[in-house]
Protein backbone atom coordinates (compact mmCIF):
# COMPACT_ATOMS: atom_id res chain seq x y z
CA UNK A 1 0.00 0.00 0.00
CA UNK A 2 1.44 3.49 -0.80
CA UNK A 3 1.77 6.13 1.10
CA UNK A 4 -1.85 8.25 -0.40
CA UNK A 5 -3.41 5.13 -0.29
CA UNK A 6 -2.05 4.53 2.97
CA UNK A 7 -3.68 8.22 4.27
CA UNK A 8 -7.34 7.37 2.54
CA UNK A 9 -7.39 4.94 4.92
CA UNK A 10 -7.18 7.22 8.21
CA UNK A 11 -9.72 8.19 10.44
CA UNK A 12 -8.20 11.37 10.98
CA UNK A 13 -7.95 11.98 7.37
CA UNK A 14 -11.58 11.83 7.14
CA UNK A 15 -12.65 13.80 9.88
CA UNK A 16 -10.42 16.56 8.06
CA UNK A 17 -12.46 16.60 4.96
CA UNK A 18 -14.89 16.37 6.79
CA UNK A 19 -14.58 19.33 8.05
CA UNK A 20 -13.60 21.18 5.68
CA UNK A 21 -17.11 19.84 4.24
CA UNK A 22 -19.54 21.22 7.05
CA UNK A 23 -17.78 24.21 7.86
CA UNK A 24 -17.43 25.53 4.21
CA UNK A 25 -21.32 24.44 4.03
CA UNK A 26 -22.36 26.10 6.93
CA UNK A 27 -20.65 29.33 5.41
CA UNK A 28 -21.83 28.92 1.93
CA UNK A 29 -25.24 28.46 3.77
CA UNK A 30 -24.76 31.82 5.57
CA UNK A 31 -23.86 33.73 2.73
CA UNK A 32 -27.19 31.94 0.96
CA UNK A 33 -29.11 33.68 3.66
CA UNK A 34 -27.81 37.00 2.83
CA UNK A 35 -28.44 37.23 -0.63
CA UNK A 36 -32.02 36.68 -0.38
CA UNK A 37 -32.26 40.72 -0.23
CA UNK A 38 -31.61 39.80 -3.61
CA UNK A 39 -34.89 37.88 -4.56
CA UNK A 40 -37.42 41.02 -4.77
CA UNK A 41 -34.84 43.09 -6.86
CA UNK A 42 -33.62 40.99 -9.06
CA UNK A 43 -34.24 37.45 -9.17
CA UNK A 44 -32.66 36.05 -11.71
CA UNK A 45 -29.04 37.17 -10.03
CA UNK A 46 -30.34 35.69 -6.92
CA UNK A 47 -30.27 32.52 -8.98
CA UNK A 48 -27.14 32.63 -10.84
CA UNK A 49 -25.13 33.39 -7.67
CA UNK A 50 -26.74 30.50 -5.34
CA UNK A 51 -26.24 28.55 -8.66
CA UNK A 52 -22.36 29.03 -7.95
CA UNK A 53 -22.37 28.98 -4.10
CA UNK A 54 -23.97 25.21 -4.21
CA UNK A 55 -21.59 24.70 -6.86
CA UNK A 56 -18.97 25.22 -4.30
CA UNK A 57 -20.51 23.00 -1.58
CA UNK A 58 -21.52 20.05 -4.23
CA UNK A 59 -18.13 19.86 -5.98
CA UNK A 60 -16.45 18.96 -2.91
CA UNK A 61 -18.66 15.53 -3.12
CA UNK A 62 -17.86 15.44 -6.76
CA UNK A 63 -14.16 15.60 -6.00
CA UNK A 64 -13.88 12.44 -3.44
CA UNK A 65 -15.41 10.63 -6.65
CA UNK A 66 -13.34 11.57 -9.27
CA UNK A 67 -9.89 12.72 -7.44
CA UNK A 68 -10.04 11.12 -4.33
CA UNK A 69 -10.97 7.84 -5.34
CA UNK A 70 -10.76 7.87 -8.67
CA UNK A 71 -13.63 6.71 -10.00
CA UNK A 72 -14.45 6.54 -13.69
CA UNK A 73 -18.08 7.39 -15.21
CA UNK A 74 -18.23 6.20 -18.88
CA UNK A 75 -21.83 7.06 -20.92
CA UNK A 76 -23.54 4.75 -23.46
CA UNK A 77 -25.34 6.70 -25.78
CA UNK A 78 -24.92 8.46 -28.96
CA UNK A 79 -23.50 11.23 -30.88
CA UNK A 80 -26.44 13.81 -31.64
CA UNK A 81 -27.49 13.19 -27.57
CA UNK A 82 -24.01 13.73 -25.88
CA UNK A 83 -24.01 16.79 -27.95
CA UNK A 84 -26.88 18.70 -25.94
CA UNK A 85 -25.38 17.84 -22.83
CA UNK A 86 -25.51 21.50 -20.77
CA UNK A 87 -27.09 22.74 -24.10
CA UNK A 88 -30.77 22.55 -22.60
CA UNK A 89 -33.24 22.08 -19.77
CA UNK A 90 -33.74 18.07 -19.46
CA UNK A 91 -35.61 16.20 -17.15
CA UNK A 92 -33.50 13.24 -15.80
CA UNK A 93 -34.87 9.98 -15.20
CA UNK A 94 -32.60 7.61 -13.18
CA UNK A 95 -33.00 4.47 -11.35
CA UNK A 96 -32.38 4.36 -7.79
CA UNK A 97 -30.49 1.14 -6.74
CA UNK A 98 -26.97 2.60 -4.98
CA UNK A 99 -25.38 4.70 -2.31
CA UNK A 100 -24.17 6.61 -4.46
CA UNK A 101 -26.28 7.02 -7.47
CA UNK A 102 -26.88 10.44 -6.96
CA UNK A 103 -22.98 11.44 -6.69
CA UNK A 104 -22.40 9.47 -10.08
CA UNK A 105 -25.26 11.99 -11.99
CA UNK A 106 -23.54 14.97 -10.48
CA UNK A 107 -20.15 14.15 -11.38
CA UNK A 108 -22.09 14.15 -15.41
CA UNK A 109 -23.57 17.31 -14.27
CA UNK A 110 -20.43 18.82 -13.32
CA UNK A 111 -18.24 17.78 -16.41
CA UNK A 112 -21.19 19.38 -18.64
CA UNK A 113 -21.14 22.48 -16.66
CA UNK A 114 -24.64 22.23 -14.80
CA UNK A 115 -23.80 20.90 -11.31
CA UNK A 116 -24.96 24.21 -9.41
CA UNK A 117 -28.21 24.62 -11.48
CA UNK A 118 -29.08 20.81 -11.07
CA UNK A 119 -32.55 20.00 -9.53
CA UNK A 120 -34.17 17.19 -7.98
CA UNK A 121 -37.55 16.22 -6.82
CA UNK A 122 -36.64 15.59 -3.20
CA UNK A 123 -38.62 14.12 -0.01
CA UNK A 124 -39.46 16.91 2.39
CA UNK A 125 -37.41 15.25 5.76
CA UNK A 126 -34.01 16.21 3.34
CA UNK A 127 -35.08 19.87 3.86
CA UNK A 128 -33.97 20.06 7.44
CA UNK A 129 -30.97 17.54 7.37
CA UNK A 130 -28.14 20.74 7.35
CA UNK A 131 -26.07 21.63 4.59
CA UNK A 132 -28.08 19.69 2.35
CA UNK A 133 -31.63 20.75 2.55
CA UNK A 134 -30.66 23.99 3.37
CA UNK A 135 -28.62 24.71 0.55
CA UNK A 136 -31.17 23.14 -1.75
CA UNK A 137 -34.09 25.92 0.12
CA UNK A 138 -31.96 28.06 -1.51
CA UNK A 139 -31.51 26.64 -4.81
CA UNK A 140 -35.86 26.56 -5.25
CA UNK A 141 -35.52 22.60 -5.18
CA UNK A 142 -39.10 21.22 -4.85
CA UNK A 143 -39.89 19.15 -1.66
CA UNK A 144 -42.49 16.63 -1.25
CA UNK A 145 -44.05 14.35 1.55
CA UNK A 146 -44.88 12.13 -1.00
CA UNK A 147 -48.50 11.68 -0.41
CA UNK A 148 -49.85 13.18 -3.58
CA UNK A 149 -53.50 14.67 -1.86
CA UNK A 150 -51.05 16.69 0.26
CA UNK A 151 -48.14 17.39 -2.50
CA UNK A 152 -50.46 18.70 -5.46
CA UNK A 153 -50.58 22.10 -4.91
CA UNK A 154 -46.86 22.67 -3.61
CA UNK A 155 -45.55 20.35 -6.33
CA UNK A 156 -47.14 22.26 -9.11
CA UNK A 157 -45.90 25.32 -7.76
CA UNK A 158 -42.57 24.74 -7.74
CA UNK A 159 -42.52 23.28 -11.14
CA UNK A 160 -44.18 26.33 -12.72
CA UNK A 161 -41.52 28.70 -10.72
CA UNK A 162 -38.79 27.32 -12.52
CA UNK A 163 -40.16 27.92 -15.53
CA UNK A 164 -38.57 31.09 -16.16
CA UNK A 165 -34.64 29.51 -14.73
CA UNK A 166 -31.67 31.61 -16.46
CA UNK A 167 -29.36 28.62 -16.12
CA UNK A 168 -29.29 25.43 -18.36
CA UNK A 169 -31.10 23.12 -15.45
CA UNK A 170 -31.17 19.22 -15.15
CA UNK A 171 -33.83 18.35 -13.01
CA UNK A 172 -33.67 14.68 -11.50
CA UNK A 173 -36.48 12.48 -11.06
CA UNK A 174 -36.38 8.93 -9.12
CA UNK A 175 -39.64 7.72 -10.64
CA UNK A 176 -39.34 4.96 -8.32
CA UNK A 177 -39.96 7.04 -5.54
CA UNK A 178 -37.45 5.13 -2.40
CA UNK A 179 -34.19 3.22 -2.87
CA UNK A 180 -34.26 -0.54 -4.55
CA UNK A 181 -34.83 -3.01 -1.79
CA UNK A 182 -35.71 -6.83 -2.43
CA UNK A 183 -38.20 -6.26 0.21
CA UNK A 184 -39.84 -2.77 -1.93
CA UNK A 185 -39.41 -5.12 -4.88
CA UNK A 186 -41.76 -7.77 -3.68
CA UNK A 187 -44.42 -5.65 -2.64
CA UNK A 188 -43.82 -3.36 -5.75
CA UNK A 189 -44.66 -6.52 -7.76
CA UNK A 190 -47.49 -7.31 -5.83
CA UNK A 191 -48.93 -4.33 -6.87
CA UNK A 192 -47.63 -4.29 -10.29
CA UNK A 193 -49.39 -7.52 -10.91
CA UNK A 194 -52.69 -6.16 -9.24
CA UNK A 195 -52.50 -3.93 -11.63
CA UNK A 196 -51.71 -5.88 -14.54
CA UNK A 197 -48.64 -4.26 -15.31
CA UNK A 198 -45.56 -6.44 -16.64
CA UNK A 199 -43.60 -6.91 -13.55
CA UNK A 200 -39.76 -5.82 -13.72
CA UNK A 201 -36.81 -7.52 -12.21
CA UNK A 202 -34.26 -4.77 -11.75
CA UNK A 203 -36.92 -1.55 -10.68
CA UNK A 204 -39.66 -1.00 -8.57
CA UNK A 205 -42.68 -0.04 -10.30
CA UNK A 206 -42.53 3.85 -11.21
CA UNK A 207 -44.70 6.09 -9.53
CA UNK A 208 -46.23 8.20 -12.10
CA UNK A 209 -47.47 11.31 -10.82
CA UNK A 210 -44.40 13.17 -10.55
CA UNK A 211 -43.07 12.25 -13.81
CA UNK A 212 -46.64 13.17 -15.31
CA UNK A 213 -47.21 16.23 -13.33
CA UNK A 214 -43.33 17.49 -14.40
CA UNK A 215 -43.85 16.84 -17.82
CA UNK A 216 -47.28 19.68 -18.14
CA UNK A 217 -45.17 22.07 -15.78
CA UNK A 218 -42.32 22.35 -17.38
CA UNK A 219 -43.47 21.57 -21.11
CA UNK A 220 -42.32 24.58 -22.78
CA UNK A 221 -39.06 25.12 -20.80
CA UNK A 222 -37.73 21.48 -20.74
CA UNK A 223 -36.68 20.34 -23.98
CA UNK A 224 -36.57 16.98 -23.59
CA UNK A 225 -36.34 13.43 -21.19
CA UNK A 226 -32.94 11.77 -20.39
CA UNK A 227 -33.16 8.28 -19.21
CA UNK A 228 -30.20 7.14 -17.26
CA UNK A 229 -29.62 3.47 -16.27
CA UNK A 230 -26.58 3.48 -14.08
CA UNK A 231 -24.70 0.33 -13.03
CA UNK A 232 -20.96 -0.61 -11.88
CA UNK A 233 -18.92 -3.03 -13.17
CA UNK A 234 -17.62 -6.06 -11.13
CA UNK A 235 -21.22 -6.06 -9.91
CA UNK A 236 -20.24 -4.02 -6.96
CA UNK A 237 -22.53 -2.29 -4.46
CA UNK A 238 -20.89 1.32 -4.04
CA UNK A 239 -21.28 3.16 -0.75
CA UNK A 240 -20.13 7.24 0.30
CA UNK A 241 -18.12 5.65 2.85
CA UNK A 242 -16.24 3.36 0.15
CA UNK A 243 -15.42 6.69 -1.48
CA UNK A 244 -13.98 8.00 1.59
CA UNK A 245 -12.09 5.42 2.09
CA UNK A 246 -10.61 5.84 -1.33
CA UNK A 247 -11.99 2.52 -3.19
CA UNK A 248 -12.37 2.61 -7.19
CA UNK A 249 -15.28 1.93 -8.54
CA UNK A 250 -16.45 2.04 -12.47
CA UNK A 251 -19.64 3.41 -13.56
CA UNK A 252 -21.34 2.62 -16.74
CA UNK A 253 -24.45 4.85 -17.56
CA UNK A 254 -26.67 4.16 -20.55
CA UNK A 255 -27.99 7.87 -21.59
CA UNK A 256 -31.06 8.36 -24.16
CA UNK A 257 -32.52 10.88 -24.91
CA UNK A 258 -36.43 11.51 -25.59
CA UNK A 259 -37.57 14.70 -27.28
CA UNK A 260 -40.60 15.84 -24.66
CA UNK A 261 -43.22 16.58 -27.90
CA UNK A 262 -42.61 12.75 -27.95
CA UNK A 263 -44.02 12.12 -24.79
CA UNK A 264 -47.77 12.42 -24.61
CA UNK A 265 -49.40 15.43 -23.17
CA UNK A 266 -52.68 13.29 -22.35
CA UNK A 267 -51.96 12.19 -18.06
CA UNK A 268 -53.07 7.90 -18.50
CA UNK A 269 -50.74 8.14 -22.13
CA UNK A 270 -47.91 9.81 -19.98
CA UNK A 271 -48.07 7.40 -17.12
CA UNK A 272 -47.89 4.11 -19.66
CA UNK A 273 -45.48 6.06 -21.67
CA UNK A 274 -43.35 5.71 -18.45
CA UNK A 275 -44.12 2.42 -17.64
CA UNK A 276 -43.10 0.92 -20.87
CA UNK A 277 -39.97 3.36 -20.58
CA UNK A 278 -39.16 1.00 -17.38
CA UNK A 279 -39.48 -2.15 -18.82
CA UNK A 280 -36.95 -0.89 -21.77
CA UNK A 281 -34.60 -0.27 -18.95
CA UNK A 282 -35.68 -3.55 -17.25
CA UNK A 283 -34.28 -5.25 -20.65
CA UNK A 284 -31.11 -2.53 -20.18
CA UNK A 285 -30.09 -4.07 -16.95
CA UNK A 286 -30.75 -7.55 -17.98
CA UNK A 287 -28.55 -6.83 -20.56
CA UNK A 288 -25.60 -5.63 -18.35
CA UNK A 289 -26.20 -8.01 -16.31
CA UNK A 290 -25.27 -10.69 -18.82
CA UNK A 291 -22.84 -9.02 -21.05
CA UNK A 292 -21.52 -6.61 -18.98
CA UNK A 293 -21.97 -3.83 -21.45
CA UNK A 294 -24.62 -1.49 -22.31
CA UNK A 295 -25.63 -0.55 -25.53
CA UNK A 296 -24.53 2.47 -27.83
CA UNK A 297 -21.00 4.47 -28.56
CA UNK A 298 -18.69 4.50 -25.35
CA UNK A 299 -18.05 8.51 -23.91
CA UNK A 300 -15.70 9.38 -21.39
CA UNK A 301 -15.94 12.89 -20.61
CA UNK A 302 -12.60 14.27 -18.74
CA UNK A 303 -12.81 15.57 -15.49
CA UNK A 304 -12.62 18.62 -14.89
CA UNK A 305 -9.99 20.38 -12.36
CA UNK A 306 -12.48 22.90 -10.93
CA UNK A 307 -14.14 20.52 -8.28
CA UNK A 308 -10.45 20.02 -7.18
CA UNK A 309 -9.16 23.47 -6.61
CA UNK A 310 -12.65 24.44 -5.09
CA UNK A 311 -12.02 21.93 -2.15
CA UNK A 312 -8.13 23.17 -2.06
CA UNK A 313 -8.98 26.41 -1.64
CA UNK A 314 -11.65 25.92 1.42
CA UNK A 315 -8.99 23.60 2.98
CA UNK A 316 -6.29 26.30 2.78
CA UNK A 317 -8.82 28.74 4.49
CA UNK A 318 -10.27 26.30 6.98
CA UNK A 319 -7.50 23.68 7.98
CA UNK A 320 -4.87 26.65 8.82
CA UNK A 321 -6.47 28.15 11.72
CA UNK A 322 -8.10 24.88 13.02
CA UNK A 323 -4.35 23.37 13.16
CA UNK A 324 -3.31 26.67 14.95
CA UNK A 325 -6.34 26.45 17.14
CA UNK A 326 -5.66 22.89 18.32
CA UNK A 327 -1.71 23.50 19.15
CA UNK A 328 -2.21 26.27 21.03
CA UNK A 329 -5.32 24.05 22.82
CA UNK A 330 -2.51 21.21 23.32
CA UNK A 331 0.48 23.72 24.22
CA UNK A 332 -1.65 25.27 26.86
CA UNK A 333 -1.36 22.23 29.14
CA UNK A 334 -4.85 22.49 30.05
CA UNK A 335 -6.64 19.67 30.97
CA UNK A 336 -10.43 21.31 30.54
CA UNK A 337 -9.33 22.72 27.21
CA UNK A 338 -7.85 19.34 25.87
CA UNK A 339 -10.90 17.81 26.83
CA UNK A 340 -13.74 20.28 25.33
CA UNK A 341 -11.48 20.01 22.09
CA UNK A 342 -11.73 15.94 21.64
CA UNK A 343 -15.47 16.57 22.59
CA UNK A 344 -15.54 19.33 19.95
CA UNK A 345 -13.35 16.42 17.54
CA UNK A 346 -15.95 13.68 18.90
CA UNK A 347 -18.67 15.96 18.21
CA UNK A 348 -17.74 16.44 14.26
CA UNK A 349 -17.29 12.78 13.95
CA UNK A 350 -20.08 12.01 14.85
CA UNK A 351 -22.18 14.95 12.72
CA UNK A 352 -19.99 13.17 9.51
CA UNK A 353 -21.18 10.07 10.18
CA UNK A 354 -24.24 11.27 10.81
CA UNK A 355 -24.26 13.43 7.10
CA UNK A 356 -23.29 9.83 5.30
CA UNK A 357 -25.64 8.02 6.73
CA UNK A 358 -28.55 9.59 4.93
CA UNK A 359 -27.12 7.61 2.27
CA UNK A 360 -27.17 4.63 2.68
CA UNK A 361 -29.34 1.85 1.99
CA UNK A 362 -29.92 0.09 4.74
CA UNK A 363 -30.70 3.16 6.89
CA UNK A 364 -33.55 4.24 4.38
CA UNK A 365 -36.69 5.43 4.62
CA UNK A 366 -39.96 2.74 5.18
CA UNK A 367 -41.35 4.41 2.33
CA UNK A 368 -42.60 1.69 -0.51
CA UNK A 369 -42.46 -0.73 1.85
CA UNK A 370 -46.12 -0.14 3.06
CA UNK A 371 -46.84 2.63 0.53
CA UNK A 372 -47.02 0.10 -2.87
CA UNK A 373 -49.78 -1.67 -0.99
CA UNK A 374 -52.14 1.98 -1.19
CA UNK A 375 -53.35 3.11 -4.33
CA UNK A 376 -51.13 5.69 -5.98
Not at 77 to 95: M, P, R, Y
Not at 211 to 226: D, E, I, K, N
Not at 356 to 371: A, L, P, W
Request: charged share 20%; proline share 4%; hydrophobic share 45%.
Amino acid sequence: MGFIAFLKTQFIVHLLIGFVFVVSGLIINFIQLCTLVLWPLNKQLYRRVNCRLAYSLWSQLVMLLEWWSGTECTLFSDEATVKTFGKEHVIIILNHNFEIDFLCGWTMTERFGVLGSSKVLAKRELLYVPLIGWTWYFLEIVFCKRKWEEDRDTVIEGLKRLSDYPEYMWFLLYCEGTRFTETKHRISMEVAESKGLPKLKYHLLPRTKGFTTAVQCLRGTVSAVYDVTLNFRGNKNPSLLGILYGKKYEADMCVRRFPLEDIPQDEKEAANWLHKLYQEKDALQEMYNQEGIFPGKQFKPPRRPWTLLNFLFWATVLLSPLFTFGFGVFASGSPLLILAFLGLVGAASFGVRRLIGVTEIEKGSSYGNQEFKKKE
